[in-house]
């Protein structure tokens, strides 16, 4: 759990706050810790290449770890599977699900975490 807020830069040039992407059976979240998590439910119809190819994420070497317990998806807990990876290109703006706001720059606030794949791919 994040102390500061955490920002992602989206495909629309904005960063935005804590957001979590989601569709039915998966969700990805952002956290100062690790690195970004797509968590996918055992049950799901899809599985997490689907996910990634649906996002435009390369998933050639993510890390897959079995969590120990369920993850809550729609209200309800559910055995799930996590995939951590690295952001290389923005979030979609179309499966953002949940927000805090956006903002333009970093220096809009004074502190968080921020990952900007652009920044990092200059």
């Known amino acids: 759990m994040s102390l500061v807020s955490t920002y992602v830069r989206a495909d629309d040039g904005l960063f935005y706050n804590d957001p979590t992407l989601s569709r039915e059976g998966w969700f990805i979240c952002f956290d100062d810790e690790e690195p970004p998590e797509l968590v996918v439910a055992e049950d799901s119809e899809v ?3 689907d996910v990634f190819k649906m996002l435009g994420i390369d998933y050639k070497g993510v890390k897959e770890r ?3 317990g ?3 998806f729609d209200g309800r807990f559910r055995r799930a599977l996590s995939y951590f990876f690295e952001l290389k290109e923005p979030i979609p703006t179309k499966y953002i699900t949940e927000s805090d706001g ?3 720059s970093p220096e809009e606030v004074g502190q968080g975490v921020f990952y900007d794949p652009k920044e990092i791919n200059l």
């Open 66 to 68: 079995r969590m120990g």
């Open 70 to 72: 369920e993850r809550m």
């Open 47 to 49: 599985n997490f290449k």
């Open 102 to 104: 956006t903002i333009e």
